[in-house]
Nanobody, 124 residues
Framework: QVQLVESGGGLVQAGGSLRLSCIAS????????MGWFRQAPGKEREFVAA????????NIADSVKGRFTISRDNAKNTVYLQMNSLRPEDTAVYCC?????????????????WGQGTQVTVSS
């Protein structure tokens, strides 16, 4: 079992930045691809970013490309999402997820473990 806990969310003005963290426990995630997803009220869960087990390969959604960066520190069992130039449409609950098969897919169904999420609210 892998437990994932996100932190770093909050209220920020448009144009601001936040850094989300996802700390894993129960098992090392160093062999897993990791992803970030978000879900706004009334909308489906949406892929944001994914990173390979070694951190070499990343996959970023077009809607956040150039503004968001995903990274990881396997020694700390932690994955990060740096969010810059935030927009009101980025408002959502952000969740991290672990892909035990190591693919780093954009598909929600490709992930095995999920965190509870952290709220990000961007005011205009």
């Amino acid at each position: 079992q892998v437990q994932l806990v996100e932190s770093g969310g909050g209220l920020v003005q448009a144009g601001g930045s936040l850094r989300l963290s996802c700390i894993a426990s129960g098992r090392s995630i160093s062999n897993y691809a990791m992803g970030w997803f978000r879900q706004a009220p009334g909308k489906e869960r949406e892929f944001v970013a994914a990173i390979s087990w070694g951190g070499v390969n990343t996959n970023i959604a077009d809607s956040v490309k150039g503004r968001f960066t995903i990274s990881r520190d396997n020694a700390k069992n932690t994955v990060y999402l740096q969010m810059n130039s935030l927009r009101p449409e980025d408002t959502a609950v952000y969740c991290c997820a672990a892909d035990l098969k190591g693919r780093g897919t954009r598909d929600v169904l490709g992930y095995d473990y999920w965190g509870q999420g952290t709220q990000v609210t961007v005011s205009s």
